[in-house]
């Protein structure tokens, strides 16, 4: 059956590096989101795509995450240089929006657990 | 700023014992609330959307329920499969954003 898929499941890595997450979201739909989860935030978005197109990266932090979509099945998060503090487990999840309506039912993925030291 | 709140954090039941989570939000202009279940290690399943005061939903032993103010997931006669997080978001007019709730951890024991 149709599902989001995220790799990598498990990132450990040390302060300073580059990581990047993927996300292979349901064909056919047409927005995307990453979110993280940590124990004391509880689930923060992080950027929104519709057909896309950035829509919302307000909750991002601008200077070391980046979120791309270079194709209709490939979404991207990459954090340069991390940090202790990016720590987290980091969901991406996809949706069919109809027209004039931002959101619907959200398929998310397994999760990728970033651990940086 | 929006506020989502879930009460209680945790919850343990007997099976068969039914009872409720809140989701109360203070946000202007509602265009939609979700719940969704989040198993251990798992990413959230979604279980309902509600759109307007007065509106309910069903799927098995889970109803959700919708006021101006609040929502709450009634789970009759759970079993030990429903033992998981239930987490609610609040979708506002004008904000392209989710803003989820911290969630309830529900235990059922046999």
């Known amino acids: 059956d149709a599902r989001v898929t995220q790799t990598p499941r498990h990132k450990v890595t040390e302060m300073g590096q580059e990581v990047t997450m993927r996300c292979q979201p349901i064909?056919?739909?047409?927005?995307v989101f990453w979110y993280r989860q940590t124990m004391m935030q509880g689930l923060e978005l992080l950027a929104y795509f519709r057909n896309r197109a950035p829509l919302d990266d307000s909750g991002m932090p601008k200077d070391r995450f980046s979120a791309e979509m270079p194709d209709a099945t490939l979404a991207t998060l990459k954090i340069q240089p991390s940090e202790p503090r990016d720590s987290a487990v980091y969901f991406c999840?996809?949706?069919?929006?109809?027209?004039?309506?931002?959101?619907?039912?959200?398929?998310f993925g397994p999760g990728t657990r970033l651990t940086v030291l | 700023e929006d506020q989502v709140t879930q009460s209680p954090e945790a919850l343990r039941l007997q099976e068969g014992e039914s009872s409720s989570l809140n989701c109360s939000y203070t946000v202007s202009g509602l265009r939609g609330l979700f719940w969704y279940r989040q198993d251990p290690g798992k990413g959230p399943e979604f279980l309902f959307t509600?759109?307007?005061a007065g509106e309910e939903k069903e799927k098995e032993r889970l109803k959700a329920t919708l006021t101006k103010k609040e929502s709450f997931l009634h789970i009759t006669a759970p079993k030990p499969e429903d033992s998981a997080t239930y987490l609610c978001?609040?979708?506002?007019?004008?904000?392209?954003?989710?803003?989820f709730g911290t969630g309830t951890r529900l235990l059922v024991s046999p």
């Open positions: 978001a609040v979708h506002q007019t004008g904000f392209q954003k989710l803003v």
């Open positions: 509600l759109y307007s």
């Open positions: 064909l056919g739909h047409n927005t």
């Open positions: 999840a996809s949706g069919l929006a109809p027209p004039g309506q931002s959101y619907n039912e959200q398929f």
